[in-house]
């Protein structure tokens, strides 16, 4: 998980979309894998921080629940009073969210479900290939999901995405983390969207448009038809 020196990297973010507009896009969020390391001030501190940048943010994320790193039960209390307090901060930015869940998925969908059918934003479940019964669940609920490099390597993950909502399918790379020995970056996305255009029979250029329309759906951009 992130760790101390976040906060000036969510400055270096936020720069490069102002020296790139129209192409880098910014969020401002709290991993939940930070909150059990964190006091009650800094954690206040961080969401001072969060709806201080939503200002100049094109989303919230991410956020969500993992507890996998909060494994009892105060700890798992904590993230959801945090993820709600992020939450609150989207709404009245109106901005969309950007959710990451570990070994709390049913929780967090239901999450994401209840913030977009009451505030009307996008939420997307990053990296959320795991589960073609909760992906269902999802496009029911208008969630959108991101799949990411590990199609490439996981057949489960790769059998979820084909199956995924078309006019909620997303694609991430996931960097800088590591896949296959190589570090992961931004340049990877256009092969994850070719990976999936050819499982799921599309042809190339109009996934791509596909695409590109989802993410201007999600961020909450008029659709061009």
């Given amino acids: ?9 969510g400055a270096k973010v936020l720069e490069l979309k102002s020296r790139h507009a129209g192409t880098v896009l910014a969020g401002a969020g709290l991993h ?16 001072k921080l969060v709806a201080q940048r939503a200002a100049t943010a094109d989303f919230i994320g991410e956020i969500g629940l993992d507890y996998r790193d909060a494994p009892d039960a105060p700890q ?18 109106r901005l969309p969210v950007n959710m990451h869940t570990r070994r709390a998925d049913r929780e967090l969908v239901e999450i994401a479900r ?9 939420a ?37 995405a084909r199956g995924i909502a078309a006019d909620f399918l ?11 020995g190589a570090v992961a970056s931004p340049s990877w996305a256009p092969r994850v969207a070719s990976l999936l255009a050819d499982e799921r029979g599309d042809e190339a250029d109009a996934f791509a448009f596909r695409l590109a329309q989802n993410l201007s759906s999600y961020l909450g951009l008029d659709v061009a038809g």
């Avoid at 939940?32 to 969401?47: N, Q």
């Avoid at 997303?170 to 896949?179: F, H, M, R």
């Fill in 76 to 93: 798992q209390r904590r993230q959801r009073e945090i993820l709600e307090r992020l939450l609150d901060i989207a709404e009245h930015a």
């Fill in 170 to 180: 997303l694609v991430e790379t996931d960097s800088p983390v590591e896949y296959g």
């Fill in 114 to 122: 209840t913030f977009t059918l009451r505030t009307g934003l996008g």
């Fill in 32 to 47: 939940p894998s930070r909150v059990p390391e964190l006091s009650d001030e800094e954690a206040a501190a961080e969401l």
């Fill in 124 to 160: 997307n479940l990053h990296w959320f290939t795991h589960s073609k019964k909760l992906a269902w669940r999802c496009a029911e609920s208008g969630i959108y999901i991101s799949a990411g490099p590990s199609i490439e390597t996981d057949p489960l993950q790769l059998d979820v």
């Fill in 1 to 9: 998980p992130p760790r101390p020196g976040q906060c000036r990297h």
